[in-house]
């Protein structure tokens, strides 16, 4: 099922533009589940395997394809019986690196999984997504040959539980690391100065790359990086970026953790800043899936927001009905963004074998 030696899933090569030391503090690991390859391993095989659902249909990977940046190329997510999810699933990538600015953001679209060990199970025990009980699948894992040498391996004893399960998915997810990039080989040659013009940058990705960093103007004299902030450009923050007057869905507004109460006014039609890495592999976009193309994610924040009473205030004043958001951006301007934004991916993700499907090597042998 898995290569005779074990995959290197431990070291992380940063590039050079990205201060080691500094970044350290990004890492969401904890004492209580470090990163080890045995482990790693282990999550890479649960990932893929389609027996943590009720049905044995779906896994995982179902709904988040390594080809696509581990995301879902289906606007809303297709669980084990066929049902739709309410939401797109997002891409994987850097997960890890979370704790921007020392903040300690919760996860999904709506954060309310405060660890990335806690989000493990929730798809898990979803009604649509997988449909499990967790004392039900630890004893359907435990009866299959393949996983208490498995978890013997990472954790010392063969016992299958829910709480080694999700650290050892939580240690293959933390493994995903999207740092190679253009745009990485071209801050490294910059120096790590993003605001200098980049020499391995076209005229029309820098001039993307300018407008994301530094500004755009036009209602409010912030660049893209305000919610997508180098080097992940992601943010440890909701945002609600006028894609409705009235919220559809009223994401962090709906579940306001960590206390979980009811509805809260303040935060409806808030979503979580997802990171661009990889941006261009992740279309359908937003929480919904409701842009097909990046040209149409630009397009909206040029002239397509609307002025929702909680709208950021990158986005424009808070008016109501016929105020002016949005950046009023120019052609030249729109496509000069698609270009720097497909700069962010990393083709060694997608394409590195260690998180890949083991068990269609494993049918192959057969």
């Known amino acids: 099922m898995l290569p005779q030696r074990p995959d290197d899933y431990t070291s992380v090569r940063l590039p050079k533009h990205i201060d080691a030391a500094e970044f350290s503090h990004c890492d969401n690991s904890t004492e209580q589940n470090v990163l080890t390859n045995a482990g790693a391993a282990l999550g890479r095989v649960l990932f893929y395997d389609t027996q943590l659902s009720r049905n044995n249909t779906v896994s995982c990977a179902a709904c988040h394809d390594q080809r696509k940046g581990f995301s879902d190329p289906k606007p809303l997510s297709v669980g084990f019986e066929g049902g739709r999810t309410s939401r797109n699933s997002m891409g994987l990538a850097n997960l890890r690196y979370t704790n921007l600015h020392h903040a300690r953001p919760g996860f999904f679209w709506d954060e309310r999984a405060a ?17 499990m009980e967790l004392k039900e699948l630890e004893a359907k894992l435990q009866k299959l040959p393949y996983y208490p040498p498995f978890f013997a391996a990472a954790f010392g004893t063969p016992e299958v539980t829910s709480d080694r399960l999700a650290k050892a998915v939580a240690q293959f997810l933390r493994s995903m690391v999207a740092l190679d990039a253009k745009f990485d080989r071209a801050a490294d040659a910059a120096g790590g100065n993003y605001s200098t013009a980049f020499d391995k940058f076209t005229d029309q990705e820098n001039l993307g790359k300018s ?74 976009y937003m929480h919904d899936g409701r842009f097909k193309t990046l040209e149409e994610v630009v397009e909206h924040y040029s002239r397509g927001v609307h002025p929702h009473e909680n709208l950021g205030l990158a986005f424009g004043e808070q008016q109501g009905e016929g105020a002016t958001t949005g950046f009023q951006l120019t052609g030249e301007q729109k496509a000069a963004l698609v270009a720097f934004m497909k700069t962010l991916t990393d083709e060694t993700l997608i394409s590195d074998p260690k998180f890949s499907d083991p068990f269609v090597r494993l049918k192959a042998t057969k």
Do not use: W, Y
């Not at 660890?115 to 449909?131: F, K």
């Not at 960093?213 to 912030?222: C, K, L, T, W």
């Open 211 to 284: 407008l994301f960093i530094d500004g755009i103007g036009g209602v409010a004299e912030m660049g893209c990086a305000h919610c997508h902030i180098p080097p992940t450009f992601s943010m440890p923050k909701a945002f609600n970026n006028g894609l409705d007057l009235k919220s559809k869905d009223q994401g962090l507004g709906a579940l306001d953790r960590p206390s979980n109460e009811p509805f809260t006014p303040s935060n409806d039609g808030k979503f979580k800043a997802s990171s661009l890495r990889n941006i261009a592999l992740t279309a359908p």
């Open 115 to 131: 660890t990335l060990e806690a989000q493990v199970l929730m798809p898990i025990q979803d009604r649509i997504e997988m449909g």
